[in-house]
Each structure stands twice: as C-alpha cells, then as structure tokens.
C-alpha cells in the first residue's frame, strides 16, 4: 500500500522557467492538500482540493501559481516563471475524508531556482 | 494564519533524558497536532488532540491539549537516539468536515547523543 508519492524529488529551475509538481495521493484518497516549507521554517498551507474541484485557495500566491486535480491521473502544482523567492520544499499531503488533520504527507519535492 | 510560537527552537540532550516542548498560539484552536519530520522526509502525525484538556499518549510520547485551548505541549520520556529531528505542532481552527488550513509552528530541532 504505497504512501503519498510526489515527484521529482529534487528540482531545479531557472528564474523564468516553468515547475511542474506532481502528487499522487494514496489509494483510496480524494482530497490533496498543498504545503510550502521554506528552510528553517514550518510548513504554510497552500491549497486543498478535491477530485477536479478546488476547494480552498486561501494560501497561493495569487499570481504564478496554480493548481489541479483531474478526474485521472496525479495532482499538480504549477508554478509560471519561477524566482529565487520560490526556492522551498513543497509537500502534498492526503486524505480519504475531508478533514486534513487526517492526511498523511508524501517525502517533498526539493525545488531550486538558480 | 495564526501566528503559533514554538519552543525551544532546538534542544541538545543525552540518550536517556526527557524532553518536553510546547508551542503557544494568541489565537484558540480546536485541534492540536504534533508532528516529527526526518532530514528529506514528510512530516510524520505522532499524536493529535481533539479537545480541551485531552492528554494523549502514543508509546514514549504525551501531548496535552491546553485548557486555554491556546496551548500544547509534548514530552518524550526516555529519549533514545532515533528521536533526533524536528518537531512540529500544528493546529487548526475548525473540527468541521472541510479542508481549513493547518497552521504550522517553526519546530523544535531535537538532537540526541548516544
């Protein structure tokens, strides 16, 4: 029964240049939560969705940034025309019922922009 | 989010020991979480509390949930050497069944020497 899998782990981008970040939640989970770490710091809630919805956004940043989780397929975070300030570990997390102190949370994706 | 204060921000202690930390928040909460995150790992739950007053234990590991409900704090007893890394808390404002944010303390960096 595999865990939360994200990929890549590791990532480096230009500034200018497109990250693409995929998360594929449990088995049997339908709800995916997105968390920003930058170093020394705690995680900050960025966006929860469910299967093709978005149902909070509160924490992205409102430009760049984006995110979705089709019918099939992994969740993506998606951030346009990176800059230094994106440089962070970004986690998914989730859950099979609507409630994310239940989520488990994947290994990260490690993103650097040089 | 709510600003939670963690502390302390780091802890130097030897194998056998017990250690306790806590984290404060200006804001109530309805959940508390405390998590342990491994160098290049997701954060993994170690205990969650759901109500005022609640005190939880989970093997070497208590957490209480503070009767302000404004507070937390974890003891690990007897402290062995696989419990170097971070420590999180987290808490949340809302027990209903949506996806509200979970607000993240700094972390409390535990190193333990044999």
């Known amino acids: 029964n595999a865990g939360v899998m994200q990929n890549p782990r590791h990532l480096v981008r230009r500034r200018g240049q497109e990250a693409r970040l995929r998360c594929s939640p449990m088995?049997?989970?339908?709800?995916v939560y997105w968390y920003r770490q930058l170093p020394e710091e705690g995680l900050k809630f960025m966006v929860y969705l469910q299967k093709e919805n978005i149902i909070d956004e509160s924490g992205m940043p409102k430009e760049r940034f984006s995110a979705e989780f089709p019918k099939e397929g992994p969740s993506i975070l998606r951030i346009q025309q990176v800059v230094r300030g994106d440089s962070a570990a970004y986690f998914c997390?989730?859950?099979?019922?609507?409630?994310?102190?239940?989520?488990?949370f994947g290994q990260g994706t490690r993103l650097t922009v040089v | 989010g709510q600003q939670l204060n963690q502390s302390p921000q780091s802890m130097f202690i030897q194998e056998g020991e017990d250690v306790s930390m806590n984290c404060t928040s200006s804001?109530?909460?309805?959940?508390w979480l405390w998590y342990k995150q491994d160098p290049g790992e997701g954060p993994v739950l170690l205990i969650a509390l759901y109500k005022a007053g609640e005190l939880t234990s989970n093997g070497r590991l208590t957490a209480q949930f503070g009767i302000t409900r404004k507070d937390s704090f974890l003891n690990i007893s007897a402290s062995i050497p696989s419990d170097v890394g971070i420590y999180f808390c987290?808490?949340?404002?809302?027990?209903?069944?949506?996806?509200?944010?979970?607000?993240f303390g700094k972390g409390t960096s535990l190193l333990v020497t044999p």
């Open positions: 804001s109530i909460f309805n959940t």
């Open positions: 088995k049997g989970h339908s709800h």
């Open positions: 987290a808490g949340q404002t809302s027990n209903s069944n949506s996806g509200y944010a979970l607000n």
């Open positions: 997390a989730s859950s099979r019922r609507p409630k994310n102190t239940e989520a488990f």
